[in-house]
């Protein structure tokens, strides 16, 4: 006679009227994250107020002055309770770097979605890393073509710029090219994908539209008179781009011209380099190469703000999305800036320390990650005591919940992390 298998038990056999009362003695952030593992879970969270309660407590200064609404949907406190947490991190948390060797050559480009970092320009392949161990996923080859210029990646594919070529790499699978009569055209600066079309700014200062499925050139937009330098896009089919010689340009995807421009004095005569929309607030924000960042709301069209944000060339600025309040920005002096969007406020200026590195146990590509410490430092006129060695130029950065990834030019990959804030 065969012995009686032991039934397991598992969480989900737990009363539903017990779940709360164990749910009760979570922490707020815990309890967050409680609520996303499982539709049941949320709804027995929702439906015994515990986060909203929890909110009050931890939150009742904020609550008080915004007429907090006790009956708002849970996945809005939730989003509400994360960018307060982004933020407070951020500004104010512990901060440490973790870096590994990533490439055989100077690495320009970094994009960081859905856990994911997507790495090149430099040697000639493209890297995917788990942003949680840095484990490399993936190579995307770019043998027999012309150098990267720029990239970008969703959940099924990975879209590059190759100068004059646009190329699609399906995740696992095989590279394709655009036809030589579609895919050709002046070399391109920057490039920009939201599914199913990819953007490409161009030396003679139009920006062109191609379709990912029909791999053809549906719009060529006329933009500047100068090269279009970088891009930006918007979920409501809005297209930004600067000009080397200072401009930003407003159109959108049904248009074949700019239908407004962007002006700050402080920028004209230098170009911009890098450009952000945030969808949440309309802003957007402008970097150059005189230091200086402009801030417009395209309800208005206004310029919001004008600040000389750093001493040197801003090679990227980036947030995290549906974050109203914070900007993270790098350039040519390898410090990282936090900004107040709406003010151009500098809230606080973090470098790495040039003490020696901590191996962790974790083994990437190349080697092991090596930890490193951050300090915040009070201003820009210290800078200069820090050796270059700990701050390499930002080429790119890319931002996401409580962490940054940056790429410098050199074989290395930073992740800094933000953590909880110290007592």
């Known amino acids: 006679m065969k012995p009686k298998k ?10 539903e009227d017990i779940l709360p009362i164990i749910f009760s003695y979570l922490h707020l952030f815990d309890l967050v994250r409680c609520s996303c593992v499982c539709k049941s879970w949320n709804v027995i969270i929702s439906r015994s107020r515990l986060l909203h309660s929890l909110y009050l407590k931890q939150w009742a200064n904020e ?25 407070s991190v951020l500004v104010q948390g512990s901060v440490y770097v973790d870096q590994w060797k990533g490439h055989t050559s100077g690495v320009g480009q970094c994009r960081m979605k859905m856990g994911l970092i997507l790495t090149g320009v430099g040697d ?48 696992h699978g095989k590279r394709s090219i655009f036809p030589s009569h579609e895919g050709t055209f002046t070399k391109g600066l920057c490039m920009r994908y939201s599914d199913p079309e990819a953007v490409v700014g161009c030396e003679d200062g139009t920006v062109r539209i191609f379709d ?32 080397a010689y200072g401009g930003v340009a407003v159109s959108g995807l049904v248009s074949d011209q700019r239908v407004a421009t962007l002006k700050c004095a402080n920028l004209r005569g230098s170009g911009v380099k890098t450009l952000c929309y945030n969808a949440s607030s309309q ?34 600025m980036q947030y995290l999305r549906t974050d109203k309040s914070t900007l993270v920005m790098g350039g040519v002096d390898g410090v990282v800036r936090i900004l107040d969007q709406n003010t151009g406020e500098i809230l606080t200026r973090c470098v790495m320390e040039p003490s020696k590195a901590e191996s962790t146990s974790i083994n990437s590509l190349y080697g092991l990650v090596e930890r490193k410490k951050v300090k915040r430092i009070t201003d820009d006129e210290t800078i200069g005591d820090i050796p270059l060695t700990a701050r390499p130029p930002i080429k790119c950065l890319a931002v996401g919940m409580g962490k940054v990834v940056s790429t410098h030019n050199t074989k290395y990959i930073r992740m800094w992390k933000f953590n909880k804030c110290e007592n």
């Open 283 to 316: 802003l957007v924000t402008a970097g150059s190469m005189n230091g200086w960042a402009a801030c417009w709301d395209l309800r208005t069209m206004e310029l919001l703000w004008g600040a000389r944000v750093s001493p040197n060339a801003i090679y990227s």
């Open 124 to 171: 000639k392949v493209m890297r995917l890393w788990s942003s949680e161990n840095y484990k490399c996923m993936e190579e995307y080859s770019l043998s027999g073509l012309t150098p990267l210029v720029d990239f970008d990646f969703d959940e099924s594919k990975v879209v590059g710029l190759t100068g004059t070529r646009i190329c699609i790499w399906r995740q």
């Open 212 to 243: 990912m499925y029909s791999k053809t050139c549906s719009r060529i937009i006329r933009m500047h008179s100068s090269h279009a330098t970088c891009l930006a896009l918007g979920e409501d089919q809005l297209i930004l781009s600067g000009s």
């Open 63 to 87: 609550a008080s002055n915004s007429s907090f609404d006790m009956g708002r949907p849970l996945n809005v406190i939730i989003e509400d309770l994360a960018m307060q947490h982004h933020r």
């Open 6 to 15: 032991e039934k397991k038990s598992s969480f989900n056999s737990v009363d």
